[in-house]
């Protein structure tokens, strides 16, 4: 198991915390390309070591989630910050056509609203990085959201990855 390093911690419960600072989660991942793009070596980690514990399931159950769901939050995280890409060696990615349709993340929820005057200013950009619009993500509200089930085979896969010395048994 890798073990969460100070970076992940500091950034998962600093920028990317949407439980804490609201605002700061949108800008934070309205900053993300630009961050990239001037090679910011703690962007690039945390982004590395997120796709990690998305596809060995290692980062511990949230008290309130199963561990399913808790990968489900990272991969809403990953989207929000990273864009539509699966995160290299996630066994489970989300269909790209439920994004923004059936599945809306914190960023779609806070900072999308019907038309780019509602919306936070890095919106659009946001928005057409994800091949998404505003309008699209606001008509899903009225939608009904699914959360995916936990596959049939997700109990193995946790196993295997718990034997590999992946991930903390529990």
Not at 8 to 26: D, N
Not at 59 to 67: F, G, H
Not at 85 to 106: F, N
Not at 133 to 157: C, K, L, N
Request: hydrophobic share 35%; charged share 25%.
């Amino acid at each position: 198991m890798i073990p969460r390093s100070k970076n992940f911690r500091g950034l998962l419960g600093g920028w990317f915390s949407v439980e804490t600072h609201i605002p700061g989660y949108i800008e934070a991942c309205e900053r993300v390309p630009a961050w990239l793009a001037e090679g910011k070596q703690e962007i690039i980690d945390f982004r590395d070591e997120l796709a990690v514990h998305i596809r060995d399931s290692s980062y511990p159950a949230l008290p309130s989630m199963t561990q399913w769901g808790t990968d489900e939050w990272l991969r809403d995280l990953w989207f929000d910050a990273f864009g539509p890409d699966t995160p290299p060696g996630d066994p489970y990615p989300v269909p790209a056509a439920d994004w923004g349709t059936t599945r809306l993340t914190p960023y779609m929820l806070h900072a999308v609203d019907e038309d780019d005057e509602g919306s936070s200013e890095g919106a659009a950009a946001w928005l057409a990085q994800r091949d998404l619009t505003a309008q699209g993500v606001y008509g899903a509200f009225s939608h009904e959201m699914i959360r995916r089930p936990e596959p049939a085979d997700y109990a193995d896969h946790l196993r295997r990855a718990t034997e590999a010395g992946l991930r903390e048994d529990g």
